[in-house]
Nanobody, 121 residues
Framework: QVQLVESGGGLVQAGDSLRLACAASGRTFSRYALAWFRQAPGKGRDFVAAISQNNAAYYSGSVQGRFSISRDNEKNTVYLQMRSLKPDDTAIYYC???????????????WGQGTLVTVSA
C-alpha cells in the first residue's frame, strides 16, 4: 500500500496559480488511480479531480477549465495545477489513491494528510 504526502499549499491572491504535488512511497504507484479532494472550513470533503492508471482525467464542474491533474509515474507523484484561483477554492486539499478514478471518496483507501490552500480576495 502506498503512503501519500502532499505539498505546495500556501496563501495566494485571487487570480493566482498554484501547483500541488503528492508524492507516494512504494513501487506500485502506476497501478493506482489518483484523485484530489478538498475540504473547506465547516464543509464536507468534495471531489476536485481524478486521473486513471492510463491518464484519463476527470474534474468537478467548479474547477473544470481552471485545474489540471497529471501524474508522473517515474517520480511517483501526482500534481494538481490550479489557475485563476478564487476565494471559494480555499480549502485543505487531499490526495488519495484507489483502484478506480471516480468522484466517490469511499473508492479511495489511502489518503494524504492534506495541504492548506488559502486564496485571498
Amino acid at each position: 500500500q502506498v503512503q501519500l504526502v502532499e505539498s505546495g499549499g500556501g496563501l495566494v491572491q485571487a487570480g493566482d496559480s498554484l501547483r500541488l504535488a503528492c508524492a507516494a512511497s512504494g513501487r506500485t504507484f502506476s497501478r493506482y488511480a489518483l484523485a484530489w479532494f478538498r475540504q473547506a472550513p465547516g464543509k464536507g470533503r468534495d471531489f476536485v479531480a481524478a486521473i486513471s492508471q492510463n491518464n484519463a482525467a476527470y474534474y468537478s464542474g467548479s474547477v473544470q477549465g481552471r485545474f489540471s491533474i497529471s501524474r508522473d509515474n517515474e517520480k511517483n507523484t501526482v500534481y494538481l495545477q490550479m489557475r485563476s484561483l478564487k476565494p471559494d477554492d480555499t480549502a485543505i486539499y487531499y490526495c488519495a489513491a484507489g483502484t478506480t478514478a471516480t468522484r466517490r471518496p469511499d473508492n479511495y483507501n489511502t489518503w494524504g494528510q492534506g495541504t492548506l490552500v488559502t486564496v485571498s480576495a
